[in-house]
């Protein structure tokens, strides 16, 4: 499914009854358009209403239906995008109403994802959130084609149209078992590679941000991972993990995710939430926040929501307020763990690294460690990091006490004696 220049027309719904989050406004139908371009549409033109509450049968009311009517008929527009999430039935509703094709805002994030997903991990995750999308709207959309030809069907006849969508649920079923067998199978892969990395103790931090806020920039602006960063909304998808060397005594691995946007649609929350995971084993978090869009304030608190849904609330974090260069004047917050950067040109990299090599390093303590003879390589690398206080060759090892950040005393862990 793409929607290649697809002309569609933007339909948004402010209701009273709705959370704040998720009103419709001119700053969410422009990330809404942001993501019909991404997708390969362009808009022409849009609606907005202002009701106390949605339409159950079209979500928005009998009068605005046919203002947008009128609206894709005078634009040409194939397609309308609801910025809000619809019922099956009120997507069904709004094709018949309409008489064009119905996309709302989950249906047109789940077509992104599906047209970026580069692994194989990435791909099962999106088909996945697919079925899971499909399956309730299975039954809406035999309903319509029923109706539409009419029938009400005699007595005895009624089976072959129950049995096919039955056929078609379990063939849905099957499927989804299929996908997500298949998905445990390549998460074990990766299990293994965590237990190997954690063997090695050597610390992760994770990017974490709203989608284009530039996360990959900065990936690539410290690692040199050249991980493409486009302009466009969630470029990225796939997890993408570098050696990062912070000072010359710490190292740590550096890994780079898919963006977050605000009403996230809930199967992909859940079907990416592995991918996710990540965040919940990095020992820092980076907050990227792209401080030159007006709505940075909306875009952030969106990001710490869904960290913390994903249980990584509690870990270390460094705010970085990215492409001061597009926004020098704003006053910003300031504080130990904010720094501003200009990912792009590489301003404020070095500050981000000492801000990065603090959090790490911090906590510096003196240890002993014992080091069997088959591993006194280490000593040369305890003094090249400058931590090294005594040294003593003993029968059974060397005996070293040395003073290390918490990076290290995590990475030479297994010889600590103290
Ligand atoms: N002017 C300017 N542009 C930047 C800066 N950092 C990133 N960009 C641009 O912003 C766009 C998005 O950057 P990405 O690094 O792809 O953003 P991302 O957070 O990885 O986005 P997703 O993968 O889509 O979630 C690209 O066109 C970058 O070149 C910056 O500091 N200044
Ligand atoms: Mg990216």
Redesign the pocket.
């Known amino acids: 499914m793409t929607e290649k220049e697809q002309k569609a027309v933007l339909v948004g719904l402010s209701a009273d009854s709705a959370p704040e989050r998720e009103r419709s406004t001119d700053e969410t139908l422009g990330e809404l358009e942001a993501l019909l371009e991404t997708a390969g549409g362009i808009s022409v033109g849009r609606a907005v209403q202002n009701r106390s509450s949605p339409d159950p049968r079209t979500y928005i009311g009998e009068g605005k239906v046919r203002e947008v009517r009128a609206l894709a008929e005078s634009e040409g527009a194939e397609l309308a995008v609801f910025d809000n999430d619809l019922s099956p039935s009120q997507t069904k509703n709004l094709e018949t109403d309409l008489g064009i094709r119905v996309l709302d805002r989950s249906a047109l994030i789940l077509d992104i994802f599906a047209s970026r997903a580069q692994t194989l991990e990435g791909r099962l995750q999106v088909e996945l959130a697919q079925y899971k999308y499909l399956l309730p709207r299975l039954t809406r959309m035999w309903t319509h084609l029923e109706r539409q030809a009419g029938t009400s069907a005699p007595i005895g006849t009624r089976g072959p149209g129950e049995t096919q969508l039955e056929t078609d649920r379990r063939h849905i079923r099957r499927k989804l078992q299929k996908l997500e067998e298949e998905l445990r199978e390549v998460r074990q892969n990766r299990a293994t590679e965590r237990r190997l990395r954690e063997k090695n103790k050597i610390p992760v931090i994770a ?1 974490v ?12 602006l410290l690692t040199g991972a050249g ?11 796939d997890t993408t993990t570098r050696k990062l060397r912070v000072t010359d005594r710490t190292e740590a691995l550096l890994s ?1 995710t ?2 977050f946007i605000r009403k996230l649609p809930h199967h992909l929350v859940d079907a990416f939430r592995a991918t996710l995971e990540s965040l919940t084993f990095a020992d820092l978090l980076l907050h ?1 926040i ?1 401080c ?1 869009n007006p709505e940075w304030r909306t875009q952030s608190a969106v990001t710490d929501e869904l960290i913390s849904e994903l249980g990584a609330a509690g870990k270390p974090r460094i705010e970085i307020f ?5 926004n020098p004047s704003d006053v910003l917050p300031r504080g130990d763990r904010i720094v501003e ?5 590489g301003e404020g990299a070095d500050r981000l690294l000492s801000a990065i090599a603090a959090v790490l390093e911090s906590s510096v303590k003196t240890v002993s460690l014992l080091l069997p003879y088959d591993s006194v390589r280490i000593v040369d690398e305890l003094y090249s990091l400058r931590s090294v206080k005594s040294v003593r060759y003993e029968d059974d090892g060397v005996y070293v006490d040395a003073e290390l950040g918490s990076a290290a005393q995590l990475k030479y862990g297994k010889y600590t004696i103290i």
Do not use: Q
Request: aromatic share 4%; no cysteine.
């Open positions: 990017l941000g709203y989608t284009n806020a530039g996360k990959s920039t900065i990936m690539n991980i493409p960063a486009r302009d466009r909304l969630f470029d990225t998808l780079d898919v963006g990227v792209d030159s990215n492409k001061r260069d597009l950067l200009s990912a792009a040109n």
